[in-house]
Structure formats: structure tokens, C-alpha cells
């Protein structure tokens, strides 16, 4: 059973560096933003094709003979630059399958199509995504329609690398293109993996499908750069995390403090290598004594701040994290799940999660600061998670090439002493279907707080992937 938690305020006391009144004091204040400068996004502007097609106006078809497709094409051209200020729209037009070759032939820069079919029956939709290109095709309502229907049905049936928008509400569009935005910043990333395996199938097929780079970091290294790790600013976040706490359980100050130097070796060696991404083969490394401390607090701080923090070197957890958390502005959350049937329930358990669930400018909701649960040891982090919310949680097999997926409703932080310390139960669909996918795609899931189930469709087609609903 766990140990009486220990009283916060003789907890800070004991927390050298803190004693010093004006320091708790500039420190109270800074809750929602990191002490030091970390890691940045990738910014690199995304370049489309915008392909307009359609036949000449004088001839009878659908919208209408003698439509103004110029007109219609200025008029979206404006709209779609003014609502994707991250994208270079390069606007071009296509009245059949030949238009359409010649600029596929020009475009060997540009990051995928968006073809917006504004007239039918040029053929030209079929030309570009033919090519394998990601492609987005949008029908511009009672104008494209039929072509469209056609089209995107040929397109998925062949798995090819596209996805369709066909919505009177122009934000679908937006949010379709923002599925670019999102491969451009996975094309510009970088993981650290921090693990004395091999890298492997795994790292190959995340370079190759995703286009982030994967990064092998041994755990001497992380050792080193433990190290290094600056003290005095270790002692800073050990208050922090203390003072925001709702309990402290087992671990001791001195426990935290070693952990956060664990952070700072990890957040250094990010900002170094230009990372927004790190994953930690923290179970070997610490059995065999090449971490000093847990990094749980450590990733949950990671995640907070808006980068990604992942547990036990998973790939495909990681990726997974990275692109919702460029997708969506929000971390996920790894867990090792549970079903409890006779409540319809899934639990989503593990010893890392964060507590701004909505993002680095969100709400933080309550957690407590508990010992990892397998070993009873060093730090971990116990998130009293908001309920009654929207989840969506998946993972991305690259060797697969698919994403298994499943949306749920948040309903309780469940209090128990068995399994990982964080424990968030949801109420699902089809507990049944729930269970025929482990051992297909392993036992992790990441948890993202939302709904995001249309997005995650999108960029999946995008980058071929097959979607698995597993309930």
C-alpha cells in the first residue's frame, strides 16, 4: 500500500534552493511557461499546387453553361490565403488530362495538390493523383460533384495517397490543407531515441513514411549529459513540480531533484540536436544503471510544454504523438490499457501522463507526484485527468502502414494501487470489437483529449495509411 503522502509545506522545506522568499516568490508566477528557452517547432512554410479544374465555361455542364470559373477561382484563391497563412498557394488550371501533366512535370518542390474541382468531367483530378502525389480533392459543391464522387471513390479503393473534402462549410477545407501543414512539420523533425538497442525496421519505416528523422542517443550519453544537467536550475523545477502538486506520496526532495536533472539532460540534448521529440528506453536504462533517476517528470514536463516526451523508446508511440500534437496543439498520452466489461470501460494506465491536456495555454488540472509502480521507485506522476470529454486514442504502425483508432468518453480517475499510477477510464462503443486488435498493433495507445477521428482520416489517407476502427 502506498505510504501516508508527506505533508506539502515540511516537503518544500526541505527543497534546497527554494528557502530564499523572492525565489518562491518569481517562481510561483511561471505555471504555464518553461523557466528556460527550449526546442522550437519547425516553421517551414508548406508549398501546394492548387489546381483548379474544369471545362471551358462555353460548353453545358455542370455548374452551369457559361459559369465564371475565373471569377469562382480568384474569389477561393483569396479565401484559402487568407486562412492558411502557412502555406505558399502556387494556383494553376487544368481543363484536361494533358493541362494536368504538364504541371505535374513542373512540380517536383512542391510538398502535394490540392485540386479543387470547380466544373466536371475534365479528367484532370485523375491525372494528378494518379501521379501518387498526396492529393486533396475538394468538390466545390453542385459544381464538382459528380467527378468528385467518382474520383475519390477510385482513389481509395486503390489505396493511393489521397483525401476528400466535400463540405458546404469552407473551415472543412481549411482544416483538410492543415493535414500539409502537418507532413511538412514531420518532414522538418527529428526523434531522439534514447537506447542501447538497435534502431532497426522500425526507425527505417518512421524516416521513410513520415519523413522524420530518427536519432539513436545511448544511454552513456544520457548518462553524460545527467551529468552535466545545471543543479541549480534542477532544484527550480523540483519546486515547482512540488508547490503544483496536489500530494507528494513515497518520493523523497531529494528523488525529485533528480529527476528534474534528468529533464534538463534530456530537454539539452533536444535543444542540441534541434529535437521536438524524445523517447526513452527508460526501463533497461535505469535497470542497468545508466539512469540515475525515472524520467517521468521529466516527459511529463516535455509534454506540457508542447514538445513530446515518450516513454520506453516506442516508436510508434512517439510518432504517433508528435503528429497529433502538430495536428491538434495537444500531447498524448501513452498508456498500457485495461477493459473492465461490466462498465464498458477502458483504462488508460501508465506513470507518465500530462496535466494540460488541452495544451501548453490550457487549463492544468490536478496531479499528484507518486513513485513508479512496477518497482515502487524513483518519481512518476499520477494526472487527475478532466472528465466527461471527448478522447481520441490511436497509434501509427509505419511496418503496418496503418493507424488503429477508437474515440471514447472520459468518466473517472480511477483510485487504484495495482498497475501504473494514472488511470483515466472512458466509456466506448463496441467493447467487443475493442479487443481484436492487440496483437496486431501492440499494447501502447496514445490518448489525445478531443475528437479527431475526421482529421486523423484526412492526414492518414494523405500519407497511405489504412484507418483500423477498433470500436
Not at 550519453?221 to 523545477?237: G, L, P, T, V
Not at 542497468?288 to 511529463?300: E, H, K, N, R
Request: hydrophobic share 40%; aromatic share 8%; with cysteine.
Amino acid at each position: 500500500m502506498p505510504q501516508p503522502f508527506i505533508n506539502r509545506r515540511n516537503f518544500l522545506a526541505t527543497c534546497a534552493g527554494c528557502a530564499a522568499s523572492a525565489t518562491c516568490s518569481a517562481l510561483a508566477g511561471q505555471t504555464s511557461s518553461p523557466l528556460v528557452s527550449l526546442p522550437s517547432i519547425p516553421t517551414e512554410k508548406t508549398k501546394l499546387r492548387l489546381v483548379f479544374t474544369h471545362i471551358p465555361p462555353e460548353k453545358a455542364t455542370w455548374p452551369y453553361q457559361g459559369y465564371d470559373y475565373e471569377g469562382r477561382k480568384k474569389a477561393l484563391t483569396a479565401q484559402l490565403q487568407k486562412a492558411c497563412p502557412n502555406v505558399e498557394f502556387l494556383p494553376a488550371t487544368a481543363v484536361n488530362a494533358d493541362e494536368a501533366k504538364k504541371i505535374l512535370e513542373n512540380d517536383a518542390e512542391v510538398d502535394g495538390y490540392v485540386v479543387y474541382i470547380v466544373g466536371i468531367w475534365s479528367r484532370a483530378p485523375k491525372t494528378i493523383y494518379d501521379s501518387g502525389r498526396p492529393t486533396l480533392l475538394v468538390d466545390d459543391l453542385y459544381a464538382g460533384s459528380g467527378e468528385y464522387l467518382i474520383d475519390i471513390s477510385d482513389a481509395k479503393r486503390r489505396g493511393l495517397k489521397v483525401a476528400g473534402i466535400s463540405s458546404s462549410r469552407f473551415s472543412d477545407v481549411v482544416e483538410g490543407i492543415k493535414a500539409f501543414e502537418v507532413m511538412k512539420k514531420l518532414r522538418c523533425s527529428l526523434i531522439l531515441d534514447v537506447t542501447n538497442g538497435n534502431l532497426g525496421a522500425r526507425g527505417t519505416a518512421v524516416e521513410e513514411l513520415f519523413g522524420t528523422k530518427v536519432k539513436k542517443i545511448t544511454g552513456e550519453e544520457i548518462s553524460a549529459a545527467y551529468q552535466k544537467a545545471d543543479r541549480a536550475e534542477a532544484r527550480k523545477y523540483a519546486f515547482r513540480w512540488t508547490k503544483e502538486a496536489l500530494k507528494v506520496v513515497e518520493p523523497s526532495p531529494e528523488e525529485i531533484r533528480k529527476s528534474a536533472g534528468m529533464y534538463i539532460a534530456m530537454r539539452n540534448l533536444m535543444a542540441e540536436n534541434k529535437s521536438t521529440a524524445l523517447t526513452i528506453n527508460c526501463l533497461n536504462l535505469f535497470y542497468a544503471g545508466l539512469l540515475p533517476a525515472y524520467p517521468c517528470l521529466g516527459l511529463f514536463q516535455l509534454n506540457n510544454d508542447g514538445l513530446v516526451g515518450a516513454c520506453e523508446a516506442d516508436l510508434e508511440s512517439t510518432i504517433t504523438m508528435l503528429l497529433m500534437t502538430y495536428l491538434t496543439g495537444r500531447p498524448g498520452y501513452i498508456s498500457d490499457p485495461v477493459v473492465d466489461t461490466s462498465k464498458n470501460q477502458i483504462i488508460y494506465a501508465h506513470c507518465v501522463a500530462p496535466n494540460k491536456v488541452f495544451g501548453p495555454k490550457g487549463p492544468a488540472n490536478p496531479y499528484e507526484i507518486r513513485s513508479h509502480s512496477e518497482d515502487r521507485k524513483g518519481a512518476a506522476v499520477r494526472s487527475l485527468m478532466p472528465l466527461n470529454q471527448a478522447v481520441t486514442t490511436l497509434k501509427y504502425h509505419p511496418i503496418r502502414k496503418e493507424v488503429i483508432i477508437h474515440t471514447a468518453q472520459t468518466v473517472a480517475n480511477i483510485d487504484e494501487d495495482k498497475a501504473c499510477r494514472t488511470k483515466l477510464a472512458a466509456t466506448v462503443k463496441d467493447m467487443n470489437k475493442i479487443q481484436s486488435q492487440w496483437d496486431q498493433h501492440g499494447w501502447h495507445r496514445v490518448t489525445v483529449y478531443g475528437n479527431y477521428r475526421r482529421q486523423v482520416d484526412t492526414i492518414s489517407a494523405l500519407l497511405g495509411f489504412s484507418v483500423v476502427d477498433e470500436g
